[in-house]
């Protein structure tokens, strides 16, 4: 059983900063890749930024240059340092990890339980 547990959100005012943290435990092979998400009421779940296991990573063209994802593999863990908040980065953000369960096996997408940001004065 694979579970995510993040961390990090909360009130910030625009301009300000917040990290955000999910760590992954249960038994598994391999992460291949790890990423963010965030949702509004009404609206899809969108992509922020992903990271794969080899560092390669993409950003959403709204974060660039504001947000910077990275991953710890000892400790299962991503991160998304948020920078330069604006009211509109204001959402649930959810991790996603692609996990492989054996070395053999297809990758499976897991989600945590989502965050709330909220950015405002």
């Known amino acids: 059983q694979v579970q995510l547990v993040e961390s990090g959100g909360g009130l910030v005012q625009p301009g300000g900063s917040l990290r955000l943290s999910c760590a992954a435990s249960g038994s598994f092979f391999s992460i291949v890749v790890m990423g963010w998400y965030r949702q509004v009421p009404g609206k899809q779940r969108d992509l922020v930024a992903a990271i794969t296991s080899g560092g390669s990573t993409n950003y959403a063209d709204s974060v660039k240059g504001r947000f910077t994802i990275s991953r710890d593999n000892a400790k299962n863990t991503v991160y998304l340092q948020m920078n330069s908040l604006k009211p509109e980065d204001t959402a649930v953000y959810y991790c996603?990890?692609?996990?492989?369960?054996?070395?053999?096996?297809?990758?499976?997408?897991?989600w945590g339980q989502g965050t709330q940001v909220t950015v405002s004065l």
């Open positions: 996603s990890n692609n996990i492989r369960s054996t070395f053999s096996s297809p990758t499976r997408t897991y």
